[in-house]
């Protein structure tokens, strides 16, 4: 379902890199259905490599859907013409790092569409300031996980504010049932860590106690 999600923001004949691409099922899964123009599937580790080539080789693709064993962004090359780049399933913070490690590879006139594990406020700062907008925000649960997917693409500069970077400024707006659900759960997650941190033996570092209990606030306000 979540890779189904991210494919439904990949433009019809897009040219794709798909960065962490694991077994290469998103690039194979367009192109099968003559979606995407053409693809790159990036690995940085050999398994997962060997596991993508499989999936093209198997499927027939490997005219159309070029795998690639490199360090993040490294896997493109400017002959490619890449629109689109998605990188799924990684860390906020890890998918930052491959935008900033690989910046220099970025034309500017790619749409970026990024699942992120967590960490997505980090990730969000990143795309703030370096003139990547976000266009699309969403949010879904599948196997009691939730999972954000975030669109951007460069435009005029953007400045959110703290909250709009922790909760999301599109899912702010629009406040779907998921996104509502989301953070009801948080709420009592973040309460049950101040309980925790009030009865531990040893002191918890003032700063943590003040950076979840303000956690707290923004999401009560947020809620009501």
């Known amino acids: 379902m979540r890779l189904e999600q991210v494919a439904a923001h990949v433009p019809a004949g ?3 890199a798909d960065i962490g691409s694991d077994h290469g099922y998103l690039p194979v899964a367009l192109m099968r259905r003559g979606a995407i123009a053409a ?6 580790a050999l398994t997962p490599f060997h596991a993508a080539e499989r999936t093209v080789r198997e499927n027939g693709q490997d005219r159309h859907v070029s795998v690639r064993l490199a360090d993040g962004l490294a896997a493109i090359e400017s002959a490619d013409g890449i629109t689109v ?25 790619e749409r970026l569409i990024l699942q992120p ?17 976000i266009c699309c925000e969403q949010l879904l ?14 435009g005029e500069p953007v400045t959110y504010t703290a909250e709009q970077l922790y909760f999301g400024p599109l899912h702010m707006q629009a406040r779907s049932p998921a ?3 989301k953070w009801q759960r948080m709420l009592r997650h973040k309460q049950r860590t101040l309980n925790d941190f009030a009865r ?13 209990a303000r956690q707290v606030r923004w999401i009560t306000e947020l809620l009501a």
């Open 39 to 44: 693809a790159v599937a990036g690995e940085a």
């Open 200 to 212: 531990a033996r040893q002191a918890v570092p003032v700063e943590k106690v003040q950076d979840i």
């Open 14 to 16: 897009a040219r794709l």
């Open 117 to 133: 594990n967590g960490g997505e406020q980090p990730l969000r700062q990143w795309l703030m300031e370096n003139g990547y907008p």
């Open 179 to 181: 996104f509502l659900a």
């Open 141 to 154: 649960r599948e196997n009691r996980f939730d999972y954000e997917i975030i669109v951007a693409e460069r």
């Open 85 to 109: 780049i998605s990188i799924c399933g990684m860390g906020g913070e890890t998918i930052r790092d491959i935008l900033e490690r690989g910046k220099a590879r970025l034309s500017g006139h």
